[in-house]
């Protein structure tokens, strides 16, 4: 079965360190992956995707992520983190089959940010 | 360009009472999806939509939830009657399509509680 699994609940970071938030997933074909951001009361916002390509993905806001097929790996990170970067992260795999299309999620990982 | 609306943002009941929480997606989305977000989770998917007509919905409890999609626009998610185990956030979300390039917009969540 699909499943996505970030296995950091919670990450405290000074701000201006560098940040890699892990996520590994469980899929059976080629996965196509997305990073989403939610913070406080807002709903979630798309940071960058994975297809296909490259395995090295910019997004939004700084934010970068590789794709390592052999570690069935898709890593968040950024070389220097700010305050506003606070909030609850989710990797999610897409699951596009016959008529479906949609998101399976971990469960996030919470970063802080210290000043 | 409008986000995803959804109201009301929160909502406190008594288990057994029912509930509804109302979405309107962005404008030409097709795709329309109601996930529940449960406190130190992802959001899981509980139902989708492709105009007014279900996609699946193999992961929404039938025998006390429901949604609707009528006109293939806004869309309403029914509890009825609530347990306990149904305090979450309810997250709406819309694309374009459902293939894997159409992103998913989220709206900000509703948030129940049940008492």
């Known amino acids: 079965a699909q499943s996505v699994t970030q296995p950091d609940i919670h990450i405290t970071v000074s701000e201006g360190a560098s940040l890699e938030l892990r996520c590994n997933y469980s899929?059976?074909?080629?996965?196509?992956l997305f990073w989403y951001v939610q913070s406080p009361g807002q709903g979630l916002q798309l940071l960058l995707k994975y297809f296909s390509g490259d395995t090295l993905v910019q997004g939004i806001k700084g934010f970068e992520a590789e794709f390592k097929r052999s570690q069935s790996s898709f890593n968040l990170r950024k070389p220097s983190v700010h305050w506003s970067d606070a909030a609850e992260y989710f990797c999610?795999?897409?699951?596009?089959?016959?008529?479906?299309?949609?998101?399976?999620f971990g469960k996030g990982t919470k970063l802080s940010v210290k000043p | 360009e409008a986000g995803v609306a959804q109201s009301p943002r929160y909502k406190i009941i008594e288990k057994r009472q029912s509930v509804a929480f109302w979405c309107n997606p962005i404008s030409g989305h097709a795709t329309l999806y109601w996930y529940q977000q449960i406190l130190g989770q992802g959001p899981k998917l509980l139902i989708q939509?492709?105009?007014?007509?279900?996609?699946?919905d193999s992961q929404l409890p039938k025998d006390r939830f429901s949604a609707e999609r009528l006109k293939g626009v806004d869309s309403t998610l029914k509890i009825q009657p609530a347990k306990l185990e149904d305090s979450a956030v309810y997250l709406c979300?819309?694309?374009?399509?459902?293939?894997?390039?159409?992103?998913?917009?989220f709206g900000p969540g509703t948030r129940l509680t049940v008492l």
């Open positions: 939509f492709q105009n007014n007509g279900v996609v699946d």
């Open positions: 979300a819309s694309s374009f399509g459902r293939s894997r390039t159409d992103t998913q917009y």
């Open positions: 999610a795999v897409g699951h596009y089959g016959g008529s479906q299309g949609n998101l399976i």
């Open positions: 899929y059976g074909a080629t996965p196509y």
